[in-house]
T-cell receptor, first 112, second 113 residues
């Protein structure tokens, strides 16, 4: 069974600090996504990572992928309040369809 | 370009009833997937449709069904509702079934009493 595990599940951090969310997955996949969800809202696509060593950055967020270690990270630099949300690591399917498997999510709270 | 739309946004039903949720994908997108989000189980895959064909189904009972129309719009139906079906139901669309980022709609929040 495909498993996607994120840690931490909850994260409170002060504005201006850096932190990393980790995502481990149990089987190979040729793509990994990061999504963001604000409370009571839908999911917003942040990044799609397609190959080993892929790194993508958008503003204060940077995502990376190590397919050999089956690990993806989402790094937050100099956090600001607007980044408070739940972040999901999501694995695509290898079986010719597009069933997404979601991680547990990391609820990030940025404290002023 | 309009995003994914879902109707209704909120719904209250009682046990034993049935419900139909609707999803209109982004214009030009032909693949539609459905997900259930609950506090206990997180986000779980329900179905995927492409060209009016169900290509994949998650581990949900037969009470959950869906279909896709020729204009790519999709509906999902839940019959004989149970309390545990209370959830946020999210629809996502993409250009093609595989290798494309899925764009999510705002969801339908279903409460079963």
């Amino acid at each position: 069974e495909l498993k996607v595990e994120q840690n931490p599940l909850f994260l409170s951090m002060q504005e201006g600090k850096n932190y990393t969310i980790y995502c481990n997955y149990s089987t190979t996949s040729d793509r990994l996504y990061w999504y963001r969800q604000d409370p009571g809202k839908s999911l917003e696509s942040l990044f799609v990572l397609l190959s080993n060593g892929a790194v993508k950055q958008e503003g204060r967020l940077m995502a990376s992928l190590d397919t050999k270690a089956r690990l993806s990270t989402l790094h937050i630099t100099a956090a600001v309040h607007d980044l408070s949300a739940t972040y999901f690591c999501v694995l695509g399917s290898n079986f010719g369809n597009e069933k997404l498997t979601f991680g547990t999510g990391t609820r990030l709270t940025i404290i002023p | 370009k309009a995003g994914v739309t879902q109707t209704p946004r909120y719904l209250i039903k009682t046990r034993g009833q049935q419900v139909t949720l609707s999803c209109s994908p982004i214009s030009g997108h032909r693949s539609v997937s459905w997900y259930q989000q609950t506090p206990g189980q997180g986000l779980q895959f329900l179905f995927e449709y492409f060209s009016e064909t169900q290509r994949n189904k998650g581990n949900f009972p037969g009470r959950f069904s869906g279909r896709q129309f020729s204009n790519s719009r999709s509906e999902m139906n839940v019959s004989t509702l149970e309390l545990g079906d209370s959830a946020l139901y999210l629809c996502a669309s993409s250009l093609r079934p595989r290798g494309e980022t899925q764009y999510f709609g705002p969801g339908t929040r279903l409460l079963v009493l």
